[in-house]
């Protein structure tokens, strides 16, 4: 018995320490294709790139602007939108998305930038529902930059007419976020309680206005500052979380959609009915959780479903054409506002928005010009 134990002792010394050499080697060899990316382009454009994690070391860049291919169309960017999405990408945080694919010791792809809208310059011999002049919008990566690539059939819509480039481009993550929380993972019913924590960001400016053409009784958490915006996008409720805590009250919701996780599942707990729903959205910020950022409160809430009666779970948004049309189609109907904070006049001053961002209290969305 003795040796077995000395044996398998053995086995898993040697496996840790080959994980760990692999781990090592692998860190140390993994690279972006930066050089490539950044050498003397032929024909060029002005990208932000980072070559290394960090805000500090994103770069406005000449790199090769990019031709389409059959299925793709060229866009001319006008305006691109921040998502704290995008600063997981610059800080490479929670490190655990390293190993996932993003680059262990720098970023795999050095472009940045999700949400554009923009005029069509070119179009792929195969593409047939757009033409040179279109203005559309949607997502695509390396939307900090003066053209993009996009397969036409990916998440681009045209723009709507009504809407300037600034406003389309804030709709894209924000707005399906929004869209998909309510409809599909809260299925919000007309006449349910519907707390949103978190209502007058980003997300929260599109899903208070969303929950509500769905008929539900809206309830948005913000600071004093933005009551009366959360309650001017059509909130029955405005709880000014400087003042009281929702989780302490009486009040129960049957949805609560939550893009600011700074309350324990037993306290969201209490503020659900018995069969309420919890859709958490946000997962903090940046440096909240250096190693697993969200995942250890996914995996606590995974746990937690099977044995109760309220259904507790995180969101993924996920990328969708008739997502894009539909908010499109309700913006042009005067059913759905966009709300800007701020505008960054060029693409030099990315940075300065991401850093405005990450304090965490945009007002609605933060958008960049591109000229
Ligand atoms: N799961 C997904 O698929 C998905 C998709 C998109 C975004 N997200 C995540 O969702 C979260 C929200 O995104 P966003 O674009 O809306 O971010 P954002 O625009 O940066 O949200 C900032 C808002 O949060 C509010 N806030 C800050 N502290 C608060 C508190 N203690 N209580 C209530 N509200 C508070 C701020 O209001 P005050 O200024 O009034 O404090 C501010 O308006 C982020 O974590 C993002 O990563 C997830």
């Known amino acids: 018995m003795k040796r077995i134990l000395k044996w398998i002792f053995r086995i898993v ?11 090592f080697i692998s860190y140390w060899r993994s690279s972006s294709d930066c050089d490539r990316q950044t050498a003397a382009p032929t024909n060029p454009m002005k990208a932000i790139v980072h070559c290394d994690y960090g805000l500090t070391n994103l770069k406005l860049q000449d790199i090769e602007k990019p031709v389409p291919n059959d299925d793709q169309i060229l866009v001319k960017v006008r305006a691109a939108s921040v998502n704290p ?16 694919g993003v680059g262990l010791r720098k970023p795999k792809d050095i472009r940045l930038g999700v949400d554009f809208a923009g005029t069509i310059e070119t179009v792929g011999k195969n593409v047939t529902q757009y033409k040179p002049g279109d203005e559309v919008f949607g997502g695509a990566d390396g939307a900090f930059a003066q053209y993009l690539c996009r ?6 819509a045209p723009k709507p007419a009504g809407l300037t480039f600034e406003q389309a481009a804030s709709v894209n993550i924000a707005g399906i976020t929004a869209l998909q929380a309510v409809r599909d993972k809260g299925k919000v019913q007309p006449g349910q309680k519907v707390l949103i924590n978190g209502a007058s960001g980003g997300v929260g400016t599109f899903a208070v206005q969303i929950a509500k053409s769905f008929g539900a009784d809206v309830t948005g958490v913000c600071s004093t500052r933005n009551a009366d915006l959360v309650r001017s996008l059509g909130a029955d409720h ?13 009040q129960r919701y049957d949805v609560i959609l ?47 479903s099977p044995f109760i009666g309220q259904k507790m779970g995180m969101m993924m948004a ?17 059913k759905l506002k966009t709300v800007i904070d701020r505008t960054y006049k060029s693409l030099s001053e990315v940075p300065d928005a991401i850093r405005y961002l990450e304090e965490g209290h945009a007002r609605g969305k933060v958008v960049i010009t591109v000229e």
């Open 13 to 23: 010394l040697v496996l840790l320490v080959l994980g760990f050499l692999w781990g």
């Open 85 to 100: 999405y995008g600063w997981h990408f610059i800080e490479g945080t929670p490190y655990i998305m390293r190993a996932m």
């Open 151 to 156: 397969r036409a059939t990916g998440s681009v």
């Open 238 to 250: 405005v709880i000014d979380y400087t003042k009281e805590d929702f989780a302490k009250n009486d």
């Open 258 to 304: 939550d893009n600011v996780p700074n309350h324990s599942l037993s306290e969201i707990r209490h503020s659900l009915t018995p069969n309420g729903k919890y859709v958490m959205i946000g997962g903090g910020g940046p440096n909240d959780n250096r190693w697993v950022g969200p995942f250890g409160r996914v995996i606590h809430t995974l746990v937690l």
């Open 318 to 334: 996920q990328p969708s054409t008739q997502d894009l049309t539909l908010l499109a189609e309700m913006v042009q109907s005067g």
